[in-house]
């Protein structure tokens, strides 16, 4: 078909008086398309219509738009597996005719990076479908700027400690850290400022440093500069969350690291390799991971409450029942609760995310049928010790035992006065004690001290009074 110059030229010379012969020849074209511009008296070329192969799966592809949320791949996918017979140009060709889709984007600006030199990190809200409900979820991504490689996982939340946890993990996924790590100015990264005035908080700076890199942030509203981790967003969200459901969050970050794996393998056009051979030559730049990488955990400090049970986060985790009362140390990771007793690990429990509410029961903490009613009947050791010191204390012990439950540290307390302060001063003012029903034991050693300053602390008489 003429383009529109060439038949702009054929009407002017036919105007001029030229011939059919003389145009075609002076042209180089033929002399019937000649005639038909001079029938035609129109220098616009006429539109092709053609039959489109896509038009009549037209519905079929709406619908799948609708699901796949516009990822075409996908929905190409599924019209092949329906049988329809058309290829993925004739489908991409048909969308962008009839406007099934987003808008061409706007031009972007354009950055290079050296091997090594900069990484981005940056979050995103999605929807995900866990255990059939749909679940926001907070999708990490850590990409280097030189090979595209990306490492992305989801978390129910993003605070410091999954911010911390996910970086550790992303950084030994990738062997290494580059200098910089590019963020979007994250109150979770960052303590004051914004963009190059930015100051990160002091536990994030620290972890950056045991890395070898750096924190820095973008102007506010200049999201071009950090386009290396913003666009894949939009890639993980309708090309592996869109359509697909996961059993719970573990299966949900397996898959994400499997595919993250199958992104970083495959070929790619715009850069004329994948990212796994690009990354190739950025490895040994990469800044080396120290010796040591110390878990990521957040400390908590809880209560074994009378049911055998720790609470975190709304999930009750068991701990050893002979426990109950004591104050355990909690150890939270992104895998498993660890429950500690000073320096000893006493329980570990893979952690749950959902639902809420429930209760993580490990067997082992349950005493033996028949047996926890019997050493719970059991007196603790502290008043079997006191009662052999001075079996008077017997009623007292139990007012006291009534006061303070299954807390131990009072019997301790009450122990050491015992064995500490003279016999005569202690059983006196515990006989007060007993008759006012005080159980306060600071108060009860302020009255001993009483009893004991009258004993051994009289004062001399007046020599007048004692002359008398």
């Not at 990306?150 to 939340?157: A, D, E, G, M, S």
């Not at 930015?198 to 999201?223: L, N, S, Y």
């Not at 007060?432 to 001290?449: P, S």
């Amino acid at each position: 078909m003429l383009d529109e110059a060439t038949r702009t030229t054929i009407l002017k010379l036919k105007a001029a008086g030229h011939g059919t012969r003389a145009i075609a020849r002076a042209l180089g074209v033929s002399r019937i398309s000649v005639r038909r511009v001079i029938a035609s008296g129109d220098p616009a070329p006429p539109p092709i219509v053609r039959a489109e192969v896509a038009e009549p799966h037209r519905e079929a592809i709406l619908e799948l738009h609708a699901r796949y949320q516009g990822h075409l791949g996908r929905i190409y996918e599924e019209l092949r597996a329906r049988g329809a017979e058309l290829s993925y140009p004739a489908l991409t060709a048909f969308c962008r005719k009839h406007g099934i889709g987003s808008p061409p984007p706007p031009p972007a600006g354009h950055y290079e990076f050296p091997a090594a030199e900069e990484m981005q990190h940056d979050t995103s809200p999605h929807l995900a479908t866990i255990g059939a409900e749909p679940t926001r979820v907070q999708i990490a991504s850590l990409v280097l700027c030189y090979s595209r490689m990306i490492f992305f996982q989801h978390y129910p939340r993003f605070t410091r400690f999954e911010c911390k946890a996910f970086l550790t993990e992303a950084l030994g996924y990738f062997g290494g850290a580059a200098s910089r790590c590019l963020i979007d100015n994250t109150h979770v990264i960052v303590a004051a400022g914004t963009g190059e005035t930015m100051i990160p908080a002091p536990e994030m700076a620290a972890f950056a440093e045991r890395f070898g890199f750096v924190f820095k942030a973008h102007k506010v509203g200049h999201a071009n500069r950090s386009a290396r981790v913003e666009a894949p967003f939009h890639r993980i969200q309708t090309a592996f969350l869109a359509g697909s459901k996961f059993s719970d969050w573990r299966d949900l970050n397996t898959r994400a690291r499997e595919t993250a794996e199958k992104w970083n393998a495959t070929y790619s056009n715009k850069l004329h390799a994948s990212r796994r051979e690009l990354f190739a030559a950025e490895r040994p730049r990469l800044k080396p991971l120290p010796l040591h990488v110390p878990q990521i955990y957040q400390l908590h400090s809880r209560i074994v409450d009378a049911e055998g049970y720790v609470n975190l986060n709304r999930i009750r985790y068991s701990a050893p029942w002979r426990l109950i009362g004591r104050t355990l140390e909690v150890r939270e990771t992104l895998e498993r609760i660890e429950l500690y007793e000073g320096p000893r690990r006493v329980a570990s429990h893979a952690r749950v995310w959902s639902p809420l509410d429930v209760r993580v029961t490990d067997p082992a903490h349950r005493p033996p049928r028949g047996e926890g009613a019997h050493e719970r009947a059991q007196p603790a050791p502290e008043i079997i010790e006191i009662l052999q010191l001075e079996p008077r204390l017997a009623n007292y012990l139990v007012d006291l035992k009534r006061q303070i439950g299954g807390r131990r540290a009072p019997l301790r307390r009450l122990l050491s006065m015992l064995q500490e302060y003279p016999r005569e001063a202690f059983l006196a003012a515990i006989a007060l004690a007993e008759k006012y029903r005080l159980f306060d034991l600071d108060r009860l050693e302020k009255m001993v001290l009483r009893e004991i300053a009258h004993d051994y602390f009289v004062l001399a008489l007046d020599p007048e009074d004692d002359h008398d």
